[in-house]
């Protein structure tokens, strides 16, 4: 009919899991165990000695990854200077994998340390690498407070992890 406003889908078929799930994690997110088995459930893309990056379950755009001390620690002031540089270097890999990947125009990095800063897993540190896209913001994030994601997270850790597999 012309003239009839029709509403359309938009799908988030990830997201089901989350609305479903009654379980409380008792374990940290992000503290990586001695099982690997399950680093693809988990969407952990590397641990290494003191580091580890998995992918956000809830990101802002495809690609938004988490890089995090392998040590449980909730504050900067609580890293080591190797663990401290570790970190930092492998922001920066992750920033070198999602450019060569996804080819972003830019990034966002950074830390939310605190509740009031808006940090939603406190007790263990982590940076957030966000690839950022020119566009990449619309009227859905603004008017509906939704965020398109063009592509499954599963998908993007399939594509993602062969690149995290080179740096160990």
């Known amino acids: 009919m012309k003239g009839v406003n029709r509403m359309k889908p938009l799908w988030a078929p990830w997201r089901m899991e989350y609305i479903l799930s009654n379980e409380k994690e008792d374990a ?4 990586p165990g001695e ?9 952990i893309l590397y ?9 956000n379950k809830f990101p802002y ?9 392998v040590r449980h620690v909730g504050g900067l002031e609580d890293l080591e ?16 994998i999602l450019r060569e990947h996804m080819n972003p125009d830019g990034f966002n990095v950074g830390l939310n340390l605190g509740h009031v800063a808006g940090a939603g897993l406190e ?5 957030h690498v966000v690839p950022r896209w020119n566009g990449d913001t619309n009227f859905m994030a603004v008017l509906g407070d939704i965020r398109v994601i063009p592509q ?5 850790y399939k594509d993602l992890r062969p690149y995290f597999d080179r740096l160990g």
């Open 28 to 31: 940290c997110v992000l503290c």
């Open 35 to 43: 099982d690997r088995g399950k680093d693809e459930d988990r969407l």
């Open 47 to 55: 641990v290494g000695g003191s580091t580890l990056i998995i992918m």
């Open 61 to 69: 755009t495809n690609g938004h990854l988490l890089v995090a001390p």
């Open 81 to 96: 200077d190797q663990e401290m540089l570790a970190l930092a270097r492998m922001v920066r890999s992750s920033i070198g």
């Open 123 to 127: 007790e263990h540190l982590h940076y």
């Open 152 to 156: 499954h997270i599963r998908e993007t």
